[in-house]
């Protein structure tokens, strides 16, 4: 009975249970739903506050922006004309018929003005249809202005060896009371009233720093890059008048960064920019290219590329040429050689040589000041590499020497043109080693101030008299026989690491790079643990470099081998891993290679651990040659090319063959030195287990890696010892197959090239081929893709060797940054209007390189900024866009190209009409004062072209026969 009525009671009550328990879920389903609600409100709310804020900053900025000063310039000569009588917006590639913009506009021109429209765009299809990229123009009537312009194509088109300038890839340039419409896709309607999103692949691709060339009002031919190259280092150039004549640029007043050339009789100096006088040439167009803005012409940036590449090259060659004869005579007697020795002064080095006003002096330790010519190399290549660090800071008024490092046959000779300088004309720093130091000059002194802030380098004390450097204590600076300032003596620019006692003068050459130097957060003094700060804080001084040093060792490179391993881990699975080049990350990070030991000893990857003993091992071979070459040169003493060739054989087969005299090498003598030149290039556990070093040469984890191979293509590389391309094309087929070769892998007649001889240079020479390559790769992109393409593979190439002697370039970087985006593009089949993602190979590597670009020249690039911005456009961040096109304007606040671009984004990204109108006036003033004043340059030019050019105009810096005699003499 209970069970019954047990059964009686739950078939009552389950039902309703049952309903109360559904209730319960709905009733919290309908809690749970209300809850979001008014949390998505409250979210919807809180962003449109944080957009409010945002939206009032930016404003705020903009205000401050457009309140800056426009460009100086009397404006006497000028139509006494308000902002608003003739002046027309800078154009927009979006067609502008807000009923607000349309009536400011008939405001800003003429009330009773007539409104027509020019739809007559270029190259009209079937069904009144028009291609991608063309413009089309909406006239404004007025009495004063009837004519109608015909559209212009957006493109930089190619021409019997001239390129015309129609937009740069921006928007045309409207006439006078025009509005600029654009139909940013195939078969778009000519509708009126047709609106479109924007094309930033039109606009991102001009060559950093060069300016917005959408404003000029006339076409402008300039030289062909491929028949003249030629890109400029630094980033600002002016406004050039003629590619016909090169001129000095006169001196300009500027203001927020637009550079106003005043009329100024200039001379031609066609011919000084065809001679050796290589310090007039340089200072010309260092000049020139100081004079360059934001908003110079490319015609301006690409006179000034020439003459830098033409310059380089010019000097590479002599100094090549040149530096063999010196070096393969350098054991004759004096009454045999061709070129003979000057008598010259200096306690390092051998014999200096003066020919073709280049000054060669060899990088070898005669007087034992060293310990060793290795050592003396070393500081040979210091001084080009402070040399190129003075030079990337762009300090103005200061004249540097171009310089060159010429290796063959082991020897290193250092190039540099003759300056106007002697002994007498010191003014800065020491000439006799520190008994007098000078800082006599306060212009050079104010100079030597802003470049050592630049650099992270420490003004102090130093020399008996406690005088006051901001540099190195031997640094030289000179007033020049030509009133020029001048630098000399670049090798110490940089501080030591902290001493060794076991290596003889460390603290001359053993120096940190400049990267580590300028990022570490405080300054550093380059005469550390020297004699020179002796009793002047030389405490504070060298505990401020221990720290350094410190921090390097305990954390710069122990978070360097996490970011390599996962370099190493990307790269290997592309199958990339054997192109890895350790030596250039190295760098970027500030890192010396001779601590690719310590780097060993900490990653954990297997094959990075062997492809950096590789490395090793390839440094250790190079110095091995360059050291027998010397010895032989030495015995042999007369110019000769079998006797070498041999040697050269002889050692590769030695370390290449499989013998026992080869494995007794490597464990011992290449072992030694292994060890000596890095510290922990062998874990503990190698040198406890006595491994073979031939075996830690070949331990990767796939058969087709070949250690031996690697290295012997690293040594070629190295010493520019070149052999065949069919034996080379033999290891490669078949890795790991050095047993069957046995002794003697490698035959006389297998070297094609021992010559060796390598120049390192100044970068811009990279960099300036790397510029011209891009230019005609972006005029190519709308003809021919495939041959742009070509055309950007080789400017990356060059730009990347540029960025191996100097890493963290921000013109190199940002020219490699927009290569990369315009690839992309091409990737996207040419939809300039369609978002990038990151998952696209190079729309991930356009913005590494643009973000590095920035970094490097720590938000003092306008143009770098300039196009992160538009890059965010492009990939739809367009917070992050408008923040980067505000810090551009605040930096260069007459920029007509961000102008526009910040403009053209305000309407259509933001709808921002009014405020983007207030952005096309100031763009549009900007350009009138800059043509008001290119007008008044070229007819004081015009008057002025019966005068005899002045001496001082002509060159700058042009040392007379006699001048070079008494420096000579001195």
Known sequence: DFDVCGWMFLSQFVPALWTISLISVLYKIYRNK?????????????????????????????????????????????????????????????????????????????????????????????????????????????????????????????????FSMHSSFGTPTPPLGCEVGYYPEEDAPLAQGHTSHTSLASTLFIPPPSPSVSFLNTHTNIPSPLSSPAPPFPSSLPRADSAAHIRIPPISASSGGVTIPQAKHTGDVEDLLMSDDWSGRLQVLLQRQRMLSSNSPLKARVDVAQGFLSLHNDFVYAASLYGRIIISEAFLPDDKKTIRHSALGGMAGGHKYIVHNILFKFAVDVRGFYGSDYAAAVVGGHELKGLIAIMNTRVPDVCLPLMSLVDYRGFRLIAMSILPVSRNTIVYGSNDYGHTIHARHPPLVARMKEMAQKLNIQGHRCGRDGVWVWSPADLEGHVGRDGQMYLLDFSRMFPPETPDSSIKMGHLYRLLRPEFVKAFPVPLCPDAFTAFIRGHNQEDLNANVLKAHAHLTYNVIPAFCTHLEDVALAANAKGDLAALRVSGLLHQFGINVRYLGAIRSLVTLPDL??????????????????????????????????????????????????????????????????????????????????????????????????????????????????????????????????????????????????????????????????????????????????????????????????????????????????????????????????????????????????????????????????????????????????????????????????????????????????????????????????????????????????????????????????????????
Not at 787 to 797: G, T, V
């Open 34 to 162: 209300e809850r979001t609600h008014v949390r998505d409100e409250r979210e919807r709310d809180a962003k449109k506050r944080r957009d409010a804020e945002l939206r009032r900053i930016c404003s705020e900025r903009r205000t401050c922006i457009l309140g800056q000063p426009y460009p100086l310039l009397d404006q006497s000569h000028l139509p006494r004309t308000s902002l608003h009588d003739t002046v027309t917006p800078p154009p927009s590639p979006f067609p502008i018929h807000s009923p607000a913009l349309s009536s400011e506009r008939r405001d800003a021109t003429d009330k009773d003005a007539d409104e027509e429209d020019m739809l007559e765009p270029v190259h009209r299809v079937d069904n009144g249809r028009v291609r991608v990229g063309y413009y089309y123009y909406k006239k404004v009537i007025t009495e004063e202005d009837e004519a109608l312009l015909d559209a212009e194509e957006d493109d930089l088109t190619l021409s019997q060896g001239t």
């Open 609 to 970: 651990k062997t492809l950096l003993f590789v490395e090793m091992c390839a440094r250790v071979a190079k110095q091995q040659i360059r050291a027998k070459l010397r010895d032989k040169m030495r015995k042999v003493r007369v110019p000769m090319d079998a006797v070498y060739r041999r040697l050269i054989v002889s050692y590769l087969n030695l370390v290449l063959g499989v013998s026992e005299q080869g494995d007794e090498f490597w464990d011992t003598i290449m072992r030694g030195e292994l060890l000596k030149k890095f510290k922990q290039a062998m874990t503990p556990e190698e040198l406890q287990q006595d491994y073979g070093v031939l075996l830690l040469l070949n331990l990767f984890s796939s058969t087709h890696m070949d250690g031996r191979l690697l290295f012997f293509q690293r040594i070629q590389e190295m010493t520019e010892i070149r052999f065949s391309s069919r034996i080379n094309a033999q290891f490669v087929a078949n890795p790991n197959c050095w047993l069957q070769r046995g002794a003697y892998p490698l035959d006389i007649s297998d070297l094609e090239d021992m010559d060796g001889l390598r120049v390192k240079h100044l970068p811009l020479r990279h960099m300036a081929h790397g510029y011209i390559l891009k230019v005609h790769g972006e005029i190519m992109w709308g003809q021919d893709p495939v041959k742009a393409r070509r055309f950007f593979e080789m400017a990356l190439e060059k730009l990347f060797l540029g960025l191996e002697s100097d890493p963290n370039n921000a013109t190199a970087l940002c020219h490699i940054g927009e290569v990369y985006f315009r690839l992309a593009e091409g990737d996207s089949s040419g939809l300039s209007a369609m978002r990038f993602t990151f998952s696209g190979r190079y729309v991930a590597l356009a913005h590494e390189y643009l973000q590095r670009s920035i970094k490097a020249s720590e938000g003092t690039d306008d143009q770098g900024l300039l196009r992160f911005a538009q890059f965010h456009e492009r990939c739809g961040h367009d917070d992050m866009a408008e923040e980067y096109y505000l810090l551009c304007l605040e930096l260069q606040p007459n920029n007509t190209e961000a102008l526009q671009e910040y403009g053209n984004f305000l309407q259509t990204g933001r709808g921002e009409f009014e405020e983007a109108e207030k952005l096309f006036l100031r763009c549009s003033e900007n350009n009138r004062i800059m043509d008001a004043a290119e007008e008044a340059q070229r007819h004081e030019e015009e008057h002025s072209t019966g005068m005899a050019p002045s001496p001082s105009a002509a060159s700058p810096s042009v040392p007379l026969a006699s001048q070079q005699h008494q420096q000579h003499e001195d």
